[in-house]
């Protein structure tokens, strides 16, 4: 098992109580699929460096987990489906 590190862009039309049910349904499915959510760290709302979808803010999330790579491929792709995910970066951090 590796330990990744999970950026999402939230869009900003969600409302801050709709944020913590999203980040739970993806940390749900890591568990799922036999992985450790080791940290959820909330950033919050904040600029974009440009527009995505016409959009200028966001809220981003980190979460750093240790899965295999199958599932964190799984969440990367269900998070690019979702309509409420704007971007998302997964960065392996052990060598």
Do not use: S
């Given at each position: 098992m590796r330990t990744y590190e999970i950026m999402a862009i939230i869009s900003p039309d969600v409302d801050e109580r709709?944020?913590?049910?999203?980040?739970d349904k993806y940390g749900k499915r890591l568990v799922a699929e036999g992985a450790t959510v080791d940290s959820v760290d909330v950033w919050g709302r904040r600029h974009l460096a440009y527009p995505i979808n016409k959009k200028t803010e966001g809220y981003y999330v980190?979460?750093?987990v240790t899965a295999e790579p199958a599932?964190?491929?799984e969440v990367d792709r269900l998070m690019s489906i979702d309509?409420?995910?704007?971007?998302?970066?997964?960065?392996?951090?052990?060598?």
């Open positions: 709709q944020l913590q049910p999203i980040v980190v979460c750093t599932a964190v491929a309509e409420q995910v704007l971007r998302t970066k997964v960065l392996r951090t052990d060598a």
